[in-house]
């Protein structure tokens, strides 16, 4: 069954300091994408980004990076040099195709704090 | 990605009545998702609006409490029936197949 979890609930940092929220899953399949959100104070969710299965590559845009790692089932992310538009909820999230289409679930979240 | 808008972007409704949330894209799309959120949660799916058939619901959704139309591939109603407290929430749509976009949200107290 899928399963994505956020363990941590609430983190808190000083403006500047880099920061990694981490995201463990599970599945049995072996073809599936897994996703980052932002859900500012305004409440819309954003698309950070998405990885198949296929795709161990890490990525970096700007100052976001995340790493994948199948052999630990995680998918990190990282903000470095945080800022305080930082400060959201961030879901990760693992999408699976069955004989409905894609599911997606989400993780619990991570509310960011970001202070100046 | 698809430009998706929602009304109403929030309400305040008597318990026992029924409101119709209206989900707009601006292009034609295969699959479109309808989340709940309820206060300081995650998103939980409602259900899969599926183009000229019923819906496909997840367990513990129904659909005579949470009707959906599709009635074409760039729009889709959710009806949250015979309110209560308990479905004030945020009410989500979102377009896939593979990476969901989302709506801005319909945020709705129920009294």
């Known amino acids: 069954a899928q399963k994505v979890t956020q363990a941590q609930t609430e983190i808190s940092v000083v403006e500047k300091e880099d920061v990694t929220l981490d995201c463990v899953y599970e599945?049995?399949?072996?073809?599936?994408?897994l996703f980052w959100y932002k859900q500012p104070p305004s409440g819309e969710l954003v698309f950070l980004i998405r990885?198949?299965?296929?795709?161990?590559q890490n990525e970096i845009s700007g100052r976001y990076s995340w790493n994948f790692q199948k052999s630990t089932s995680s998918f990190n992310f990282t903000i470095t040099a945080s800022q305080v538009v930082d400060s959201a909820v961030y879901f990760c999230?693992?999408?699976?195709?069955?004989?409905?289409?894609?599911?997606?679930?989400f993780g619990a979240g991570t509310r960011l704090f970001v202070k100046a | 990605s698809a430009v998706i808008s929602q009304k109403p972007s929030r309400d305040i409704c008597q318990r026992g009545t029924s409101l119709t949330i209206q989900c707009q894209v601006d292009s034609q799309v295969t699959m479109m998702f309808w989340y709940r959120q309820q206060p300081g949660q995650s998103l939980t799916l409602i259900a899969t609006?599926?183009?000229?058939?019923?819906?496909?619901?997840e367990s513990g959704f129904v659909i005579d409490k949470f009707p959906i139309s599709r009635p074409n591939l760039t729009f889709s109603t959710l009806t949250v029936s015979n309110m209560s407290p308990e479905d004030s929430s945020i009410y989500l749509c979102?377009?896939?197949?593979?990476?969901?976009?989302f709506g801005p949200g319909t945020r709705l107290l129920v009294l």
């Open positions: 609006a599926n183009q000229g058939s019923e819906a496909t619901y």
């Open positions: 990885r198949n299965s296929f795709d161990e």
């Open positions: 999230a693992l999408s699976e195709f069955n004989t409905g289409g894609f599911k997606t679930i």
């Open positions: 979102s377009v896939g197949p593979e990476t969901q976009y």
């Open positions: 599945t049995r399949d072996t073809t599936y994408y």
